[in-house]
């Protein structure tokens, strides 16, 4: 092929909208150029839209989607582009055209595309036999007469509907036009440049979704915009041409359908042969074997769902399967659960070897192929892998699907040979769920990162045959559900450990805007770390899983929603209206639905506290806590309400009260404490940071000691408040000059407030004196001088050695974050993935590190500075809810300080593969494990922590030193001051 710029006179520079230079995430550079005169192959404008030309042979799918091209060129341009179905001699046969021409098809199938490569102006080679890949390009002089063409190739009529889709996106239509409601971007222009753009083969070559756990929101939308068919599901043709979309779109293949009541090939005869019109593999879930849904066997199986008793009844069933879905595109379930989702009573492994031996014969015999030309699963699920650890056989032609522990944890990862087996392997990953310790199927809880973690470990383990989550409705699960696309196509896009962080950016760019793109990125970033602190459902239990009094923990997350959400309506409001709608479904909606549900929660606990202070503003509290459960059912009107009632149903799930695994049938908010204003006025009350004991009940008080070596981040405070209806001044005063506070003087007042004054503590260190002493403030009722109360302010003020750097102990503990280590003394294979779990991030080891002997191999080292003397210290690591992945060897690490004995910690218990480990349920529910050695003497002065995590399927995000000062919290102690 000639030069191109030459022939054409293009100019080659590509305007690259959407990744920044060093940005870690490597998308490929776009062709498309939106600036008249900037240049290339202009393939539209106001007025002009391309003709596409397919080839009559060619698959429907690439029919069917080169009209969507013409559609999006539409909806981009404000004109649609044409199809023409013709053969290579009638198109050559046109030499002048008044539009610009798209060539599309499928190499070996495309009359087009063949005739391009055997007239030599198109050059496939880069993509021929390769699954799922494609090449967009101008080719220049395609025949006589003609200037250029742009042509899409694929190397097989998927490849070329990716290529379709992919020019979609990149001119403007979201993958989401739909289901999030992104609004195409307007051009005036859209020109191609010379680059030549080839993606594929995918990372993984079966890439989809499951609909699962869709009632009552999938369900009831399904149900008043689709006719239900004869059976009662609505999830007819019509509605799947819009998942089938979207899959495509998203470059996947892939799909379980939703079966809670459904029949998938049932409920519409048409939903089988348009799934293979699009190009989709059905599946059917871990628990369906042989394309049959779970609903079908109260219908059509005879006898009972036991192989051990009615193996006929069972065959025949499995058989109508096969025979039913022998001409179109699926991958079988293979083996067998008990009914529904459940371990069966009667099945052993060599039942089940029995089991999926006979399934593989009726498939070979039915479809008429080979096994090695049959995609079959067999699901690793829940009970499951307990006969494969029991050394159950199975085929090598069948992959294994692994899974999470359903909060996404990965279970396992191939060890020995399985990863030679021709099967490969896969994961089935959970955004959404039902089950223990609780449903999460309201809103989005995912922290993206987490999953760049778990899937990055999971493909470079091995496993890249088949990636499936469950994505629940779909709808509010979004962004997690294209981000696990995206990895799943192009995992070597995702290299750097941000990666995801920029993902996140050039994603949001496209479907906000690039002005709304870095906050959007940045609200759904931090709202990943917060929902990772605590999902929704799991906020009921008691005590509230954040610390009503220590390090604060209530007040402070909560208040970073309330930031959260001001920076997310911030952006809203100086949106375009017509992006208005998509940032509120992906991101406004679930920061300020997840702030409400926090709200509620948070003061609640203040509130009980609160009324044992006697703090008259308990009531106040317990007015927000009504009105944020009110503001609950607004935020859920206000999203059924959006595009004329368009996504009625979809915040149908309760997600309030839970109080077992199942969810309440209603939303309920726990009473919030109230007091009775007490019967005197003017009554002064104080209570003391990080003290349950609050004056009149106790006149002296005390805080916890404020060190010169506080974190940053902590304020040391008291607060006076009103205990009863009224107006009194008050004054502070303290013994010491280099102790002030803020608001020293001020009227308290209720009820039209204020009620509550914060005074927050300032030391002047250089005037107090060195080491421990103490200082007395006392706060007065001016209008009533009997009400006086003291707190004992405890002030420590020690010094380190200038040139000392690391953490410095404050208030007997050391905490660390965990990517704060020591970069020279540290071992360079540790990398930091940023905005990872439920603090700041995480370190890990690269996932094809082997496993270390304790207290060898990569070290992370902590210098710390302490000054008490402690016989013997605690550490505490604290760690993503990872499982052991290697079955064979369990998730430890080791932990020693100045080279002194070495202490093992075995973070999580060993299984027989069948059920969770012990301690499971608490650490996902706290997004950690939390684990404590003992690591002997430690005398004041400079210490050295190492840290080695021994295997890589774990991550560290904090690491604590108890001095005898560590409180209980959800989170741990903030971060301790340290010099750099
Ligand atoms: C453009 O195509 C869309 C989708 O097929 C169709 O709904 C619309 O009516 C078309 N517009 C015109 C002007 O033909
Ligand atoms: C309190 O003292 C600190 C340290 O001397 C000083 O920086 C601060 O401004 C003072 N604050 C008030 C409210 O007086
Ligand atoms: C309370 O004291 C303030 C000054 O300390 C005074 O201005 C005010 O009038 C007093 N109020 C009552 C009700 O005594």
């Not at 779109?249 to 348009?274: E, H, I, Q, T, V």
């Not at 509230?544 to 959260?564: C, K, P, R």
């Not at 993935?833 to 191999?857: D, E, F, H, M, W």
């Amino acid at each position: 092929m000639a030069p191109l710029a030459n022939l054409l006179g293009l100019v080659t520079g590509v305007l690259c909208l959407f990744s920044s230079p060093g940005a870690t995430y490597k998308e490929k550079p776009s062709v498309f150029t939106f600036t008249p005169g900037s240049g290339g192959f202009q393939l539209g404008g106001p007025s002009l839209a391309p003709e596409i030309r397919v080839s009559q042979n060619d698959a429907p799918g690439v029919l069917r989607a080169a009209r969507d091209l013409a559609a999006d060129f539409g909806r981009v341009l404000g004109t649609n582009g044409t199809v023409v179905v013709a053969d290579w001699a009638a198109t050559i046969a046109v030499k002048t055209a008044s539009r610009p021409t798209i060539l599309i098809g499928t190499v070996g199938q495309s009359s087009l595309i063949d005739g391009l490569i055997s007239s030599k102006k198109l050059d496939a080679s880069a993509i021929t036999k390769k699954w799922e890949t494609f090449t967009y390009q101008v080719v220049p002089t395609p025949w006589e007469g003609r200037d250029n063409v742009f042509v899409i190739a694929g190397s097989d009529s998927r490849g070329a509907v990716f290529g379709i889709y992919d020019i979609a996106e990149r001119i403007g239509v979201s993958p989401l036009h739909y289901w999030a409601d992104v609004q195409p971007i307007k051009r005036q222009h859209i020109a191609a440049s010379t680059l030549i753009h080839t993606e594929g083969p995918p990372s993984v070559k079966y890439r989809g979704i499951f609909l699962n756990d869709e009632a009552p929101a999938l369900t009831g939308w399904g149900g008043s915009n689709f006719k239900r068919s004869q059976y009662g599901s609505p999830f007819v043709s019509d509605f799947y041409r819009h998942i089938f979309d979207l899959i495509l779109r998203l470059k996947g293949n892939y799909l379980w359908p939703a079966m809670w009541s459904s029949m998938f090939y049932l409920d519409d005869p048409k939903n089988g042969p348009l799934a293979t019109e699009y190009g989709i593999f059905m599946g059917t879930s871990h628990h369906e074997p042989m394309a049959r849904a779970d609903k079908e066997q109260g219908r059509f199986l005879r006898g009972s769902w036991d192989w051990r008793s009615n193996k006929a009844g069972v065959q025949s069933f499995m058989q109508e399967g096969a025979t039913r879905s022998k001409d179109w595109s699926t991958i079988y379930t293979l083996g067998m659960r008990g009914s529904g989702d459940a371990a069966s009573a009667t099945l052993s492994s060599s039942s089940l070897e029995e089991i999926i031996a006979w399934q593989q014969q009726t498939l070979t015999k039915t479809l008429g192929k080979p096994l090695s030309e049959i995609p079959q699963a067999w699901v690793m699920y829940k009970e499951v892998p307990g006969y494969w650890q029991a050394g159950m056989k199975v085929s090598d032609d069948v992959t294994l699907l692994w899974s999470d522990d359903n909060r996404g944890n990965i279970r396992r990862v191939p060890i020995g040979d399985e990863e030679k087996r021709s099967g490969g392997s896969g994961m089935y990953y959970h955004f959404d769920y039902v089950g223990d310790p609780r449903n999460y199927k309201w809103i989005n809880t995912i922290q993206l990162t987490k999953t760049w973690e778990q899937m990055t470990l999971t493909y470079d383990s091995g496993i890249r045959n088949i990636w499936i989550a469950n994505v629940g409705d779909l709808k509010a699960l979004e962004l997690p559900t294209v981000h696990f696309m995206a990895l799943a196509w192009d995992r070597e896009a995702f290299s750097g450990m941000d990666s995801t962080t920029e993902w996140l950016k050039v994603w949001s760019a496209r479907q906000f805007g690039e002005d709304a793109a870095g906050a959007a990125a940045e609200i759904m970033t931090t709202y990943g770390k917060l929902t990772a602190r605590h999902k929704y459902e799991d906020l009921s239990r008691t005590p509230f899983a954040f610390h009503a009094t220590n390090y604060d923990e209530v007040e402070l997350n909560y208040q970073e929603w309330v930031d959260l959400v001001a920076k997310a309506q911030a952006v809203y409001d100086k949106l375009p209206s017509a992006v208005q709608d998509s940032f509120f479904e992906i991101v406004l909606h679930p920061v300020l639905a997840g702030k409400t549900v926090f709200e509620i929660y948070s003061k609640v606990t203040l509130a009980s506290r609160y009324s044992t202070e006697k703090r008259i503003s308990t009531n106040q509290l317990a007015k927000d806590v009504q009105a944020a459960f009110q503001a609950d059912q607004a935020i859920t009107r206000r999203f059924h309400s959006l595009r004329g009632g368009k996504w009625n149903h979809f915040m149908d799930q309760t997600h309030l009260g839970y109080n077992n695994w199942q969810e309440p049938s209603s939303n309920t908010i726990p009473r919030a404490s109230t007091l009775t204003a007490a019967s005197s006025n003017a009554l002064l009350g104080v209570a003391a940071q990080g003290n349950t004991a609050a004056y009149p009940g106790s006149a002296r008080l005390s805080l916890a000691p404020v060190s010169k070596f506080d974190p940053p981040s902590v304020n040391r405070y008291i607060d006076i408040f009103a205990r009863g209806d009224g107006t009194f001044f008050y004054d502070i005063t303290a013994n010491v000059s280099f102790v002030n506070v803020t608001n020293r003087r001020g009227s308290i007042s209720s009820p039209a407030g204020p009620t509550d004054i914060r005074s927050i503590l300032g030391v002047n260190w250089a005037a107090a004196p060195a080491g421990s002493s103490s200082a007395l403030l006392t706060i007065v009722n001016t209008n009533a001088t009997s009400q006086s109360a003291t707190v004992v302010v405890p002030l420590e003020n020690p010094t380190i050695p200038s040139d000392f750097k690391g953490h410095v102990e404050a208030d007997a503990t050391i905490s660390i974050e965990a990517e704060h280590f020591s970069p020279a003394d540290s071992s360079k294979e540790y990398a930091i993935i940023p905005n990872y779990g439920r603090t700041l991030s995480g370190v890990r080891l690269p996932p094809r590190t082997a496993s270390q002997q304790p207290g060898k191999g990569p070290v992370l080292v902590y210098p710390f500075y302490s000054f008490t003397n402690i016989a013997d210290a605690t550490v505490t690591v604290y760690l993503a809810p990872s499982e052991n992945a290697n079955p064979k060897s369990p998730n430890r690490y080791s932990v020693s300080v100045d080279g002194g004995a070495v202490s093992t910690v075995q973070v999580v218990a060993l299984t027989n593969g069948s059920n969770q480990p012990q301690g499971w349920s608490d650490a996902v529910i706290r997004g950690a494990y939390v684990k404590s050695s003992k690591v002997g003497r430690i005398a004041p002065g400079k210490h050295e922590l190492k840290l080695y995590l021994l295997e890589p399927t774990m991550v560290v995000t904090k690491v604590v030193i108890d001095f005898g000062g560590v409180k209980s919290s959800l989170l741990g102690p903030p971060e301790s001051w340290r010099s750099v």
